[in-house]
């Protein structure tokens, strides 16, 4: 991809986040809305349709056009903006940007296959009595006549910007509309303006040699508006209008290739905007490039590791403790800066969860709009910041609980009506960092999960499907949900919702139903990410989703331990106390229905072996014993003890997704990286914390 096309995503998702900001101030008061945001919009769709155009997208150069020509009937007041057409809005900026942010990851993109069509989807609203003060029986040609008499309008304005600036009348003939508004878009920008010309004879490949100088001229940091190719007895004359696209670009190595004339300088524009915007200067970095620098840092850590052994026993060979402890105060030190660095590093990869929240809420009200249901959305702890890679996989999962929150919970305001509830329902979102772990949750007020609809349609599905109910078999009849007293093992209830091709809906419809959703959250939550869904309803009442997913981190601090002479890893944050049985005198431990049960300090913590979490035999617990008390998130045993025979070390650590074969082991989330006392490179597997309370 080249860079003209790298620079054209970054603006335009940029230009979209606006317009959707934008939106966003409309939709809280559409009858009061103010022209200059209006106006904001127009300019911000110009924008992307001019650039869209110069880079040859001309299908979304088009649905900018359309959304424009409307937004100038709302600001002329031939056009009623009314929430609906709003959210309608909101929609069609929402996928123009999923589809920008798809076509941007293609090798060759073509955006052929874009696939909305602005006009019928905003037709009702800017056509009916009830929001337009036009005729409707205004002819489809007359308005075909206006919009390009608009455009010819649009393409004057910008020749005649450019030609007040180039005033080079027969060298403007020669180019396109849609160069000149790209030149009109680098002047704008305060960039130099260049005339290149370079001489080819009929006797030599001009062809390839043309092509090699254009491909130069490129690699030099320019990008090239327009070539223009003229026939000059036996050569060819290629005339190139080009500009810079970085910073300092090789002037001189240039005029080695092509002669050069100046047609606009731009560089007394360009620093007086660095100086009046010093504190708006942001650099774009690929998060391939913030991953090799993360790697480079566990590197580091490694290598610090290996030194930090290598040089205890070799100062425990040479006995001189002043001189130890001087080097173990400098590799401390080495310690705090590569976590300095980890910061630093990691900072840039995170951004601000508030635009995922925005969305999701957009989301939830076109889906609520679709369904003739009313909501309110609420959104607490927006200001956290998230990693960016995190954040692009957890979109998905959170719209697709957004979406069932709309459809399968909130009810029709006259069924909440019935109810003694409002007419409008309301969802919150809520996110919370807790420690290592990022919560997030999605709380409906709606109808909550009812036991017996979700058992009906459990049977239907294992009859529908008999070779994923043979896999998946929570059970064959009701009474293996309900405990002995008749009451419903919610738990078990809420598993049925994540089997795949499971629905509680009869038919898909525009919000949900199509039963992959939430298998498929689950799927990318707990094995891609090493997160946890979880599930809280009350019938008439509600539902609330949570996801738990650990931050970002390159080096974490962790306790090696041995069982069964095999080293294992466990993160030291969650972990909040440790104790040594038999020599603690202030436990005891009993058994209860086979399970060991540790008491102390009046409460009970159920103990659990390596064995148990990898699936093996359990076996008896050694004489002696360290119990780790780990806090291993919400449920039934939020606070859980490890059995473990050896504590090696405390240190920090690098966790890498090293092996999938290793990563794929039940009740491993990770490894560690270690070098060997021989030098070798030694592969621990960190236990997962999240899944402990699963194995009890």
Same mark, same amino acid.
């Given at each position: 991809?080249?860079?003209?096309?790298? +620079?054209?995503?970054?603006?335009?998702?940029?230009?979209?986040?606006?317009?959707?900001?934008?939106?966003?101030?409309?939709?809280?008061?559409?009858?009061?809305?103010?022209?200059?945001?209006?106006?904001?919009?127009?300019?911000? /769709?110009?924008?992307?349709?001019?650039?869209?155009?110069?880079?040859?997208?001309?299908?979304?150069?088009?649905?900018?056009?359309?959304?424009?020509?409307?937004?100038?009937?709302?600001?002329?007041?031939?056009?009623?903006?009314?929430?609906?057409?709003?959210?309608?809005?909101?929609?069609?900026?929402?996928?123009?940007?999923?589809?920008?942010?798809?076509?941007?990851?293609?090798?060759?993109?073509?955006?052929?296959?874009?696939?909305?069509?602005?006009?019928?989807?905003?037709?009702?609203?800017?056509?009916?009595?009830?929001?337009?003060?036009?005729?409707?029986?205004?002819?489809?040609?007359?308005?075909?006549?206006?919009?390009?008499?608009?455009?010819?309008?649009?393409?004057?304005?910008?020749?005649?910007?450019?030609?007040?600036?180039?005033?080079?009348?027969?060298?403007?003939?020669?180019?396109?509309?849609?160069?000149?508004?790209?030149?009109?878009?680098?002047?704008?920008?305060?960039?130099?303006?260049?005339?290149? /010309?370079?001489?080819?004879?009929?006797?030599?490949? &001009?062809?390839?040699?043309?092509?090699?100088?254009?491909?130069?001229?490129?690699?030099?940091?320019?990008?090239?508006?327009?070539?223009?190719?003229?026939?000059?007895?036996? &050569?060819?004359?290629?005339?190139?209008?080009?500009?810079?696209?970085?910073?300092?670009?090789?002037?001189?190595?240039?005029?080695?290739?092509?002669?050069?004339?100046?047609?606009?300088?731009?560089?007394?524009?360009?620093?007086?905007?660095?100086?009046?915007?010093?504190?708006?200067?942001?650099?774009?970095?690929?998060?391939?490039?913030?991953?090799?620098?993360?790697?480079?840092?566990?590197?580091?850590?490694?290598?610090?590791?290996?030194?930090?052994?290598?040089?205890?026993?070799?100062?425990?060979?040479?006995?001189?403790?002043?001189?130890?402890?001087?080097?173990?105060?400098?590799?401390?030190?080495?310690?705090?800066?590569?976590?300095?660095?980890?910061?630093?590093?990691?900072?840039?990869?995170?951004?601000?969860?508030?635009? +995922?929240?925005?969305?999701?809420?957009?989301?939830?009200?076109?889906?609520?709009?679709?369904?003739?249901?009313?909501?309110?959305?609420?959104?607490?702890?927006?200001?956290?910041?998230?990693?960016?890679?995190?954040?692009?996989?957890?979109?998905?999962?959170?719209?697709?609980?957004?979406?069932?929150?709309?459809?399968?919970?909130?009810?029709?305001?006259?069924?909440?009506?019935?109810?003694?509830?409002?007419?409008?329902?309301?969802?919150?979102?809520?996110?919370?960092?807790?420690?290592?772990?990022?919560?997030?949750?999605?709380?409906?007020?709606?109808?909550?999960?009812?036991?017996?609809?979700?058992?009906?349609?459990?049977?239907?599905?294992?009859?529908?499907?008999?070779?994923?109910?043979?896999? &998946?078999?929570?059970?064959?009849?009701?009474?293996?949900?309900?405990?002995?007293?008749?009451?419903?093992?919610?738990?078990?209830?809420?598993?049925?919702?994540?089997?795949?091709? /499971?629905?509680?809906?009869?038919?898909?419809?525009?919000?949900? #139903?199509?039963?992959?959703?939430?298998?498929?959250?689950?799927?990318?939550?707990?094995?891609?990410?090493?997160?946890?869904?979880?599930?809280?309803?009350?019938?008439?009442?509600?539902?609330?989703?949570?996801?738990?997913?650990?931050?970002?981190?390159?080096?974490?601090?962790?306790?090696?331990?041995?069982?069964?002479?095999?080293?294992?890893?466990?993160?030291?944050?969650?972990?909040?106390?440790?104790?040594?049985?038999?020599?603690?005198?202030?436990?005891?431990?009993?058994?209860?229905?086979?399970?060991?049960?540790?008491?102390?300090?009046?409460?009970?913590?159920?103990?659990?072996?390596?064995?148990?979490? &990898?699936?093996?035999?359990?076996?008896?617990?050694?004489?002696?014993?360290?119990?780790?008390?780990?806090?291993?998130?919400?449920?039934?045993?939020?606070?859980?003890?490890?059995?473990?025979?050896?504590?090696?070390?405390?240190?920090?650590?690098?966790?890498?997704?090293?092996?999938?074969?290793?990563?794929?082991?039940?009740?491993?989330?990770?490894?560690?990286?270690?070098? #060997?006392?021989?030098?070798?490179?030694?592969?621990?597997?960190?236990?997962?914390?999240?899944?402990?309370?699963?194995?009890?």
């Amino acid at each position: 991809m080249n860079d003209l096309l790298r +620079i054209y995503f970054n603006e335009t998702e940029e230009l979209i986040d606006q317009i959707l900001d934008n939106l966003d101030v409309l939709r809280s008061d559409p009858y009061q809305h103010s022209i200059d945001v209006i106006n904001e919009l127009m300019r911000r /769709f110009h924008t992307i349709k001019g650039s869209s155009y110069s880079v040859g997208f001309m299908k979304i150069g088009d649905i900018a056009h359309k959304v424009e020509d409307i937004l100038v009937g709302v600001r002329d007041g031939k056009i009623e903006l009314s929430y609906d057409m709003i959210l309608k809005m909101i929609d069609i900026a929402q996928n123009l940007k999923n589809f920008i942010s798809a076509l941007s990851h293609q090798e060759s993109p073509s955006d052929e296959n874009i696939r909305f069509d602005v006009e019928s989807i905003l037709r009702a609203d800017y056509t009916d009595s009830q929001v337009s003060r036009k005729s409707v029986a205004e002819s489809q040609s007359e308005r075909k006549r206006a919009i390009a008499k608009e455009i010819e309008d649009d393409k004057k304005d910008v020749r005649s910007y450019v030609l007040e600036r180039i005033k080079d009348e027969q060298l403007l003939n020669e180019l396109s509309d849609s160069e000149l508004l790209q030149l009109k878009n680098s002047i704008e920008k305060g960039k130099d303006i260049y005339l290149g /010309f370079l001489k080819l004879s009929f006797e030599e490949d &001009f062809d390839k040699k043309g092509r090699d100088t254009m491909e130069k001229i490129r690699e030099l940091g320019f990008e090239i508006i327009s070539t223009i190719m003229k026939i000059e007895g036996d &050569f060819v004359v290629v005339n190139f209008i080009i500009s810079p696209v970085k910073d300092n670009p090789d002037i001189k190595e240039l005029e080695k290739i092509i002669k050069l004339q100046n047609l606009w300088r731009g560089a007394q524009k360009t620093h007086q905007v660095d100086l009046s915007q010093q504190q708006k200067v942001s650099l774009k970095i690929e998060i391939s490039e913030v991953e090799k620098i993360m790697n480079i840092i566990g590197d580091m850590v490694i290598v610090k590791n290996a030194i930090q052994s290598s040089m205890e026993k070799f100062m425990n060979l040479v006995g001189n403790q002043e001189i130890a402890q001087r080097i173990r105060d400098n590799i401390s030190e080495m310690g705090r800066k590569i976590r300095e660095l980890q910061d630093i590093v990691l900072d840039v990869r995170m951004g601000p969860i508030e635009d +995922i929240l925005k969305m999701i809420e957009r989301t939830i009200l076109t889906t609520a709009r679709q369904l003739g249901k009313e909501v309110v959305v609420i959104r607490e702890g927006e200001n956290l910041t998230i990693d960016a890679e995190i954040g692009r996989r957890l979109r998905t999962a959170l719209l697709h609980i957004a979406r069932n929150a709309v459809s399968h919970g909130i009810e029709p305001p006259e069924e909440r009506i019935r109810a003694g509830k409002k007419p409008q329902g309301e969802i919150k979102i809520r996110v919370q960092r807790k420690g290592e772990f990022i919560s997030i949750d999605i709380t409906d007020d709606g109808k909550g999960i009812i036991p017996e609809k979700v058992l009906e349609r459990y049977f239907a599905w294992r009859k529908e499907f008999p070779q994923l109910a043979s896999h &998946f078999n929570l059970g064959e009849t009701e009474l293996d949900f309900k405990r002995p007293d008749g009451s419903w093992i919610e738990e078990k209830i809420y598993q049925i919702l994540f089997l795949p091709g /499971f629905s509680t809906k009869n038919q898909a419809d525009e919000g949900a #139903g199509r039963g992959a959703g939430l298998y498929e959250v689950k799927k990318e939550i707990e094995e891609s990410m090493k997160g946890k869904v979880l599930v809280k309803s009350a019938v008439g009442e509600g539902t609330t989703f949570t996801i738990i997913i650990p931050t970002t981190k390159i080096v974490v601090e962790v306790v090696i331990f041995k069982w069964k002479g095999e080293k294992f890893a466990l993160p030291l944050s969650p972990i909040l106390k440790t104790e040594v049985f038999p020599e603690s005198k202030d436990i005891s431990i009993r058994t209860i229905q086979g399970r060991e049960i540790a008491q102390l300090g009046g409460r009970e913590y159920p103990l659990i072996t390596v064995d148990e979490i &990898f699936g093996r035999e359990k076996g008896n617990l050694p004489d002696k014993f360290f119990i780790l008390i780990v806090e291993a998130g919400e449920g039934k045993y939020s606070e859980v003890g490890l059995v473990v025979e050896e504590i090696v070390d405390i240190k920090d650590s690098v966790m890498k997704n090293f092996d999938e074969d290793i990563l794929m082991l039940r009740g491993i989330s990770a490894v560690v990286e270690e070098i #060997g006392e021989d030098g070798t490179k030694e592969i621990i597997p960190v236990v997962d914390i999240m899944r402990i309370p699963e194995f009890i």
